[in-house]
């Protein structure tokens, strides 16, 4: 059984390497285009990823909230659920957390940092049931409610911290810092590496677990492969959506909750670069497995981390990071489909057998 | 020159040799039956003579000319069409524009909608075909969208026609309507080659016929000069044998499942299941006989717990179960086999271990307080394969590279795991061949000589026949006879089915 | 009356780009394939739009160009949903990050800007006064001094339904959809026909996004198209791939863009609350909708 497992990590590996290679040299194609040299550009992006103890404290940094994200939207996805608000509850749970900061300060010692992140997974969570609601019990098509849902996630935090919880004074809008026992623990000053991604390490944990042996666990990825043959078995469609999108939600509210403890300590408006988003990157490239994800999460964070140096030292726009991880998930998602298709040839050929 | 020959064609799919050598030939004008058991590679013959297959070896000849078919539209310029088990039609678009799509009569790129009405009206009264164009198929009865079937083939000048199993889904009178339309085309110059593995229907209308068992021919007769017997023996190369119920073992008085006036919709808001009652007793296998289509399926939902009834009661064991949701009446003891096997039975991404504890994973012994027991759940796994013959490598495949009998038993398996109080079961052989469809028998049988009372719906009536103690024929959704199978027999059930009312079916 | 003659223009002004862009989305909706790259597409075509006018000064030629990368960009979707039969909800996703960071990229490369490019000497599309429409009362006033796309977004739907509903290609269109293997059978192609729907709702975007960089402002801004490839997403959906019902739905979606402007000016109303209107709406309008069928069914 271990074998097993290993072949398939070997496999995953593998095709995660390959699509990434496919994908640097598309980039290089367009840095060529673009009249920048491709070579240099992916050196230093290397040694800025993965250079040096603090150049891999900023990378695992950067990647910390996707690994939250990605584990949010693989949830989901097995499921069945195409959840694309995870962003939406990214920010709420930010909030959620930052209020708890700045607000209920008169809780001691560490009770008050645990009392915010749990605010933000439920926060999170509790969004994250809206637009499940709606499609477990309406039938209403959770890619476009998520959607419009994150936008008005991020234009209400942006009032929050504009309007009632403005600190006066401040240009920018942001709410109060929270206070010092709400922060979450730097693991290697001067990075901003925080125990946010050592959570982020549980929660892969956890979740590897969870689909692998847990009860739970087994009836998602069953209703997810099947949800006819799931409600034929006794399977519950509205608790099976209702309890992935909880969980969905309340690992995106996490995610938010790490940024603003660990990074930042306050809630800023538009503060996530699109966490969300690259979170159903994350995913898709990590196939919705636990450690998928965090092989992808850590992947992107390279490419981010890298790339934010990339911009200051050759100039190259930050977005670049981002066709690059467009064309990866377009090619992961069609080396799947080449191997299913070869599959489905097969066996329909047998099923024509008369 | 016989209008049409196969000669040699043989086709190897991973695993089954579907055709061996087949030697086929159908004179211009005849009605032509090819016939088989499920299985014995009639339709494959007949997809490779429409395109849809290539064979591997052997020619085709059409009017004398060896002739390449790569693909439908080379078989329909050539004249052959073909109507399919499965109708591909499109419910939405009306009748005309179904039949005349892609051959549209057009002004421009506009569709010029009074020419097609016409030439439809024409033909349609050519071949006694009498449909509405104008009116969307997705509200005609089959027999009707079999007829819109037959004139897109007319449409587009077919001289062959093949009809795969037309009259599975036709109530007895239908099928005499659908025959009258055939000899119409026989004597119009038209050939039509009709499979099926309904002898009876063989001997009334075919003037040949051509045997195929296992891949090969075994026998082509002309129809008048044989008959059901010898025609069966050339299909099973032995005498039937059906599984024969011995005499009624113990069925106690005692009612495990009854249904009070049941009433619910189907899809489209109209009322399948009408007012139906019944009862199924300890120990009896009830068949539910009947045309597809008559709420069967809507019932089996309702028992089931995944639709809502309109109004009316279950019962199970004296409970009231009409409002419990699918996993409780599981926990109660309803345990189901439902019609669609790979869609509604097993999740075929799935491995066989997790299609197997799909009905109790979240009990003991395979999972205590939230977490999975891996361990006990693999022993099941193992001792329902051997106990239910399920033949795979190993219990962690995906169920997807299994045979259709196999998948049927991991179905089997998972529902009989533990003795159900009722087994509901929904066409539980379809698609399977002769000794897959034997062992689900035998299992029924035994089942319920253990007591299991069993609800049997089928759109076979000889294994209805065979196996059950009694018969009810549903009818638009309500009961319209019933039967006890020691006198039974297949004419009176069709008449019922097609809804000519109760004989007085008890006594004989 | 002044305030709905205005509101009103608003509203067209505003549905304009949703029309365009939903009319795409209900050829790949007839056509079975939801497309979810809508709002990517409709953003590149906004950036080529103003990329070609500037360069070439003429918004004649923006429009063009605008389609033409749009198509570029939906055949690459087709690519990838059609030949490698990949996720369709999967690649529209990824089409869209792509878009995103693409059009971001070029900005700063190609005009060493971030945030927006408004070039003061920018061709627009020009509102058209079309002689005798301001003479009619009331009407006038909403119908008169559009950009001329946005009379083209009217005339689209009806096109669209024609050619729907009356031609050849769009009957073969609506049967690929329904059941592919009946079109097949009939010996439609299939994948002609997608990709025909496919293209058509490139094109469609591209010009959407032509209005919404040339016609409104005439400027490109990142992200500019901010969600509205999604609103024409639920406004097909709204009214279920048919474009008169889908059209409408733009029409209230445009509507409460307009309000949300208007209110943003109100003194005393936070600007959030308007911005979220329109998205809050749609999720409140697709619930309602499902509601009632669900109680239909009741």
């Known amino acids: 059984m271990i074998r097993d497992t290993l072949i398939a990590w070997g496999r995953e590996t593998l095709r995660i390497v390959f699509t990434l290679l496919t994908a640097l040299v598309i980039g290089a194609v367009i840095m060529w285009l673009s009249g920048k040299d491709a070579i240099a550009a992916y050196k230093i992006l290397i040694s800025t990823a993965f250079g040096g103890r603090l150049e891999i404290a900023d990378t695992l940094l950067t990647a910390t909230p996707l690994i939250l994200t990605g584990l949010a939207t693989a949830v989901a996805f097995r499921a069945g659920v195409f959840n694309v608000g995870v962003e939406g509850s990214l920010y709420l749970g930010a909030f959620a957390a930052a209020w708890v900061g700045f607000t209920l300060t008169s809780l001691p010692g560490p009770s008050l940092l645990i009392a915010a992140l749990l605010a933000g997974a439920i926060v999170g969570a509790a969004w994250a049931l809206i637009p499940g609601y709606l499609k477990a019990r309406l039938g209403v098509d959770e890619i476009v409610t998520t959607i419009m849902l994150n936008y008005v996630a991020i234009y209400f935090t942006s009032y929050l911290v504009n309007y009632p919880f403005a600190v006066p004074g401040l240009a920018n809008a942001m709410s109060p810092l929270v206070a010092a026992n709400a922060k979450l623990p730097r693991l290697l000053p001067p990075s901003q590496l925080n125990s946010s991604f050592v959570l982020a390490l549980l929660a892969v944990l956890a979740m590897a677990f969870l689909f692998s042996r847990t009860a739970l666990g087994y009836e998602l990825r069953v209703y997810g492969s099947n949800p006819l043959f799931a409600r034929w078995s006794g399977m519950r469609p509205t608790s099976v959506i209702l309890k992935a999108m909880l969980i969905s939600g309340a690992l995106g509210g996490l995610a938010g909750a790490g940024q603003v403890l660990g990074v930042n300590y306050r809630f800023v408006a538009n503060f996530s670069p699109g966490y969300g988003f690259d979170g159903i990157a994350v995913a898709l490239l990590g196939r919705n497995s636990a450690w998928g994800v965090l092989l992808g999460a850590i992947l992107f964070g390279a490419l981010r981390s890298g790339g934010a140096t990339l911009e200051l030292m050759m100039d190259i726009p930050l977005e670049l990071i981002r066709i690059l991880e467009a064309t990866i998930i377009l090619f992961v998602t069609a080396q799947f489909a080449l191997r299913w298709v070869r599959r489905r040839r097969m066996s329909t050929a047998s099923e024509t057998a008369e | 020159m016989p209008y049409l020959e196969m000669r040699g064609i043989s086709k190897q799919f991973p695993g089954v040799l579907a055709n061996d050598h087949i030697d086929f030939s159908v004179e211009q004008g005849e009605i032509h039956a090819l016939v088989g058991e499920n299985g014995a590679g009639k339709t494959t013959l007949m997809r490779i003579l429409y395109g849809m297959e290539t064979a591997d070896e052997g020619a085709i000849i059409l009017r004398g000319k060896e002739m390449r078919i790569p693909n439908p539209q080379v078989a329909i310029s050539l004249g052959i069409g073909m109507v399919h088990q499965e109708f591909q039609l499109l419910p939405s678009l009306t009748v005309a524009e179904n039949i005349v799509l892609n051959r549209e009569p057009r002004r421009g790129i506009f569709l010029d909608r009074t020419a097609a009405v016409q030439a439809i009206e024409n033909l349609s009264t050519r071949f006694g075909l009498g449909v509405e164009p104008t009116v969307r198929v997705a509200n005609l009865s089959v027999g009707e969208q079999q007829r819109v079937e037959i004139l897109k083939l007319v449409y587009r000048h077919a001289e062959l026609l093949i009809l795969d199993e037309p009259t599975a889904v036709l109530t007895p009178q239908e099928t005499r309507e659908l025959f009258a339309i055939m000899r119409r085309l026989s004597s119009e110059g038209h050939t039509v080659i009709f499979i099926t593995h309904k002898l009876g229907e063989v001997l009334e209308i075919s003037s040949r016929v051509t045997v195929l068992r296992r891949g090969r021919v075994t026998g082509v007769l002309e129809t008048a000069r044989t008959n059901a017997v010898e025609l069966a023996q050339l299909m099973v190369g032995h005498e039937i044998l059906t599984t024969q119920k011995e005499a009624a073992p113990a069925i106690s008085d005692e009612t495990v499942l009854r249904v009070e006036k049941l009433q619910a919709e189907d899809d489209r808001g109209l009322m399948a299941v009408n007012e139906l009652s019944f009862e199924v007793r300890h120990g009896e296998i009830l068949g539910i006989a009947g045309v597809e289509g008559n709420g069967q399926r809507e019932l089996v939902e309702v028992l089931v717990g995944l639709r809502p009834a309109v109004s009316g009661r279950i019962y199970l064991d004296g409970t009231d179960i009409s409002y419990e949701a699918v996993r409780q009446r599981r926990e109660q003891g309803l345990a189901v086999i439902p019609a669609n096997r790979s869609l509604e039975g097993l999740s075929l991404p799935c491995t066989i271990t997790e299609n197997l504890i799909s009905t109790r994973y979240h009990q003991p012994p395979c999972s205590h307080r939230g977490l999975l027991n891996l361990p006990a759940i693999s022993s099941f796994a193992q001792e329902l394969m051997v106990r239910f013959d399920i033949r795979a490598e190993s219990p962690r495949l995906p169920t997807r590279v299994l045979s259709g009998g196999n998948l049927q038993r991991v179905v089997v398996a998972r529902e009989l795991a533990a003795v159900p109080r009722v087994l509901i079961a929904a066409h539980p052989t379809r698609g399977l061949d002769v000794s897959a469809t034997q062992a689900v028998h035998r299992e029924l049988l035994k089942l319920s000589s253990e007591g299991v009372s069993i609800l049997l719906v089928s759109a076979d009536l000889e294994e209805i026949i065979n196996l059950s103690d009694r018969i009810l024929v549903l009818y638009r959704g309500m009961v319209v006879g019933e039967v006890s199978a020691s006198q039974a027999n297949q004419e009176e059930l069709g008449m019922l089915m097609a809804g000519r009312g109760w004989t007085a079916g008890d006594k004989k | ?298």
């Not at chain 3, 003659?5 to 304009?16: D, G, K, P, Q």
């Not at chain 3, 693409?102 to 971030?114: E, P």
Request: aromatic share 10%.
């Open chain 3, 1 to 298: 009356m002044e305030t709905i003659v205005n509101i009103s223009f608003a509203m067209l002004r505003m549905a304009a780009p949703l029309i365009l862009v939903a009319m795409g989305g209900v050829f790949s909706q007839q056509v079975g394939l939801i497309n979810i790259a809508l709002e990517g597409l409709m953003l590149l075509g906004a950036f080529a739009a103003v990329l070609a006018a500037f360069a070439l000064h003429s918004a004649l030629a923006g429009t063009f160009a605008a389609i033409l990368v749009a198509m570029l960009f939906v055949l690459l979707f087709a690519l990838f949903v059609l030949r490698f039969r990949a996720n369709l909800v999967v690649v529209g996703l990824a089409v869209n990050i792509l878009a995103l960071g693409l059009t971001k990229y070029l900005l700063q490369v190609l005009f060493a800007t971030r945030g927006a490019f408004a070039p003061t000497d920018l061709p627009g599309l020009l509102p058209l006064d079309i002689p005798g429409l301001r003479a009619i009362p009331i009407l006038g006033g909403i119908l008169s001094g559009h950009s001329p796309l946005v009379y083209v977004s009217l005339l689209l739907v009806i096109l669209t339904h024609i050619f729907l509903y009356r031609t050849i290609p769009g009957l073969h269109i609506r049967a690929v959809g329904e059941k592919d293997d009946a079109a097949k059978s009939a010996g439609i192609s299939v994948p002609r026909m997608q990709y025909l729907a496919l293209i058509l709702s490139g094109a469609f975007s591209g010009l959407a996004g032509a209005q919404l960089s040339l016609g409104n402002l005439q400027l490109f801004s990142e992200n500019m198209t901010n969600g509205r490839g999604f609103m024409a997403l639920a406004a097909v959906y709204f009214g279920r791939g048919r474009p008169l019902p889908t059209a409408f739905a733009c029409l209230l979606f445009g509507f409460f863009e307009a309000l949300q402007i208007r209110l943003q000016t109100r003194v005393g109303i936070p600007p959030q609350w308007p911005q979220m209107l329109p998205f809050a709406i749609i999720v409140l309008t697709l619930s309602l909708i499902s509601l009632r069928q669900a109680r239909h069914k009741a």
